[in-house]
């Protein structure tokens, strides 16, 4: 069964910046998609974005222009560049990849 592990979350500051790393063991091509999820406290869990094989990007409307979802295929890890964090970003970001990270905990606050 494949690993995900999720690394890179933290507290910072409204409109600060965070990147958020997610090793996949394996070879991470056998995996057509491959995206970010989020689920804050008392919330359901929620995509954030997803990246095929080939690049193809989608994002959810309230991170456009904010996030940034990116794979490396020969290290197998997927990115989530995360700018201009507001509080309303605060919440538990998973990785997926035909299964589940435990995910990592993003706090926006001053």
């Known amino acids: 069964q494949v690993q995900l592990v999720e690394s890179g979350g933290g507290l910072v500051q409204p409109g600060g910046s965070l990147r958020l790393s997610c090793a996949v063991s394996?070879?991470?091509?056998?995996?057509?998609?491959t995206g970010w999820y989020r689920q804050a406290l008392g919330k359901q869990r929620e995509l954030v974005a997803t990246i095929t094989r080939t690049g193809t990007t989608n994002y959810a409307d309230s991170v456009k222009g904010r996030f940034i979802i990116s794979r490396d295929n020969a290290k197998n890890t997927v990115y989530l560049q995360m700018n201009s964090l507001q509080p309303e970003d605060t919440a538990v970001y998973y990785c997926n990849a035909g299964s589940w990270g435990l995910g990592t905990q993003v706090t926006v606050s001053s």
């Open positions: 394996g070879n991470i091509l056998r995996f057509y998609v």
